[in-house]
């Protein structure tokens, strides 16, 4: 049973804790109304759960209506000592953000089709866009060291905005590895994100083309990058990205998907 839209988080502590208690506010059509309530991971929207928040990889009895969706963190304290970050929820302010938009090229002129997206990766066991969970979180793509993480990804998803489908991921900055960044995240002074990706081969946009890359030899309307962005006979040259996984998403001030912003932040 989905809240109304008017629902506020009222109470959470400094941030998010598995299984404490969890008021939200409601507003009835006469007065506001405090109530117990839990956070769904896929949307992060509000339910009522009748007692407590609940996270998965925490207990999760008394929440009949909302059993399904859930976000699982249970390998958090795990990726922690990879990444060098809080094994603590309570610790990461967390932006729900629309990262890939599904046939549509960036301004990298890449492009990532739905069909792509989802096809399934079976060295690790999910769907593409999936490949976004539990990778780190870095600043400006200084990724070469998972020990400078500042975060991690929790959670992605897909979504349909404006008839185009949108991968969104649930990322978290870990406020006791760079406090400074993680506040500038959260008061909205810094909302750019763009991803990072292994990509094994891509194939020319061009319809009567076809050609695969593998990075070592493009076609010539590729031509190694500089052909991106021309017209040939009315259609645009770009790259679709084909055997993919993510492997990261940083936050940077200028993405190259321009709706790649900051859309709801928790914390």
């Given at each position: 049973?989905?809240?109304?839209?008017?629902?506020?988080?009222?109470?959470?502590?400094?941030?998010?804790?598995?299984?404490?208690?969890?008021?939200?506010?409601?507003?009835?059509?006469?007065?506001?109304?405090?109530?117990?309530?839990?956070?769904?991971?896929?949307?992060?929207?509000?339910?009522?759960?009748?007692?407590?928040?609940?996270?998965?990889?925490?207990?999760?009895?008394?929440?009949?209506?909302?059993?399904?969706?859930?976000?699982?963190?249970?390998?958090?304290?795990?990726?922690?000592?990879?990444?060098?970050?809080?094994?603590?929820?309570?610790?990461?302010?967390?932006?729900?953000?629309?990262?890939?938009?599904?046939?549509?090229?960036?301004?990298?002129?890449?492009a990532f089709t739905y069909g792509e997206l989802t096809e399934w990766r079976t060295p690790i066991g999910r769907v593409a866009f999936q490949t976004f969970i539990g990778k780190p979180v870095h600043q400006d793509h200084d990724n070469l060291d998972d020990t400078r993480?500042?975060?991690?990804?929790?959670?992605?998803?897909?979504?349909?905005?404006?008839?185009?489908?949108?991968?969104?991921?649930?990322?978290?900055?870990?406020?006791?590895?760079?406090?400074?960044?993680?506040q500038l995240v959260q008061h909205k002074n810094r909302i750019g994100h763009s991803m990072g990706a292994l990509v094994e081969r891509t194939v020319c946009s061009l319809p009567w083309c076809g050609f695969h890359s593998d990075g070592r030899i493009t076609c010539d309307?590729?031509?190694?990058?500089?052909?991106?962005?021309?017209?040939?006979?009315?259609?645009?040259?770009?790259?679709?990205?084909?055997?993919?996984?993510?492997?990261?998403?940083?936050?940077?001030?200028?993405?190259?998907?321009?709706?790649?912003?900051?859309?709801?932040?928790?914390?």
């Amino acid at each position: 049973m989905y809240i109304t839209p008017t629902t506020q988080i009222v109470q959470a502590g400094p941030g998010l804790h598995i299984g404490e208690p969890f008021l939200s506010r409601r507003f009835d059509g006469n007065k506001f109304v405090d109530e117990p309530a839990i956070i769904e991971g896929r949307t992060l929207e509000v339910h009522k759960s009748g007692t407590n928040l609940r996270i998965a990889g925490s207990e999760l009895e008394k929440v009949g209506n909302c059993a399904c969706g859930f976000m699982d963190i249970s390998w958090l304290p795990f990726c922690a000592q990879r990444y060098h970050i809080s094994p603590h929820i309570a610790d990461y302010v967390l932006v729900d953000v629309p990262i890939v938009v599904a046939d549509f090229p960036n301004r990298n002129m890449d492009a990532f089709t739905y069909g792509e997206l989802t096809e399934w990766r079976t060295p690790i066991g999910r769907v593409a866009f999936q490949t976004f969970i539990g990778k780190p979180v870095h600043q400006d793509h200084d990724n070469l060291d998972d020990t400078r993480a500042k975060g991690v990804i929790f959670d992605a998803t897909m979504v349909k905005f404006r008839n185009r489908w949108h991968v969104k991921i649930l990322k978290g900055f870990d406020r006791s590895k760079d406090q400074r960044l993680a506040q500038l995240v959260q008061h909205k002074n810094r909302i750019g994100h763009s991803m990072g990706a292994l990509v094994e081969r891509t194939v020319c946009s061009l319809p009567w083309c076809g050609f695969h890359s593998d990075g070592r030899i493009t076609c010539d309307h590729i031509r190694n990058g500089a052909g991106k962005a021309e017209v040939i006979n009315n259609h645009l040259v770009y790259e679709n990205m084909l055997d993919f996984y993510f492997v990261e998403s940083s936050s940077v001030e200028d993405p190259a998907y321009v709706v790649a912003l900051s859309d709801k932040i928790w914390g």
